[in-house]
């Protein structure tokens, strides 16, 4: 179910946004919705894999948030050129791994 919010932008970036939607001839609700979409899940991602860098989430917590695989947070981490922050109790805690 969709449901209306509101949000306030400054003016220079409307209008620039406004001129992309109909140069793009895009429907303007859709493509809202769908780039705070990206952008939530991109900035979700960024601030889970800081608390996880900070050793605040193991490897399974944080796969568990992101609500992806083991595998898949490694080739997140080797995209983003991040270290794996790996204790003995990730390791003994992971079934996947």
Same mark, same amino acid.
């Given at each position: 179910?969709?449901?209306? @919010? @509101?949000?306030?932008?400054?003016?220079?970036?409307?209008?620039?946004?406004?001129?992309?939607?109909? /140069?793009? =001839? $895009?429907?303007? #609700?859709?493509?809202?919705?769908?780039?705070?979409?990206?952008?939530?899940?991109?900035?979700?991602?960024?601030?889970?894999?800081?608390?996880?860098?900070?050793?605040?989430? #193991?490897?399974?917590?944080?796969?568990?948030?992101? =609500?992806? @695989? @083991?595998?898949?947070?490694?080739? $997140?981490?080797?995209?983003?050129?991040? =270290?794996? =922050?790996? #204790?003995?109790?990730?390791? $003994?805690? #992971?079934? /996947?791994?």
């Amino acid at each position: 179910m969709l449901r209306p @919010t @509101t949000v306030r932008v400054p003016d220079d970036f409307l209008k620039e946004l406004s001129k992309f939607i109909k /140069e793009m =001839n $895009l429907d303007k #609700s859709a493509y809202l919705r769908e780039i705070m979409k990206r952008g939530f899940a991109e900035d979700k991602q960024e601030r889970v894999i800081q608390i996880y860098q900070s050793g605040k989430l #193991s490897l399974l917590e944080t796969c568990k948030k992101l =609500n992806i @695989t @083991t595998w898949d947070f490694f080739d $997140l981490l080797k995209k983003r050129g991040m =270290n794996l =922050n790996v #204790s003995l109790e990730d390791w $003994l805690d #992971s079934e /996947e791994l």
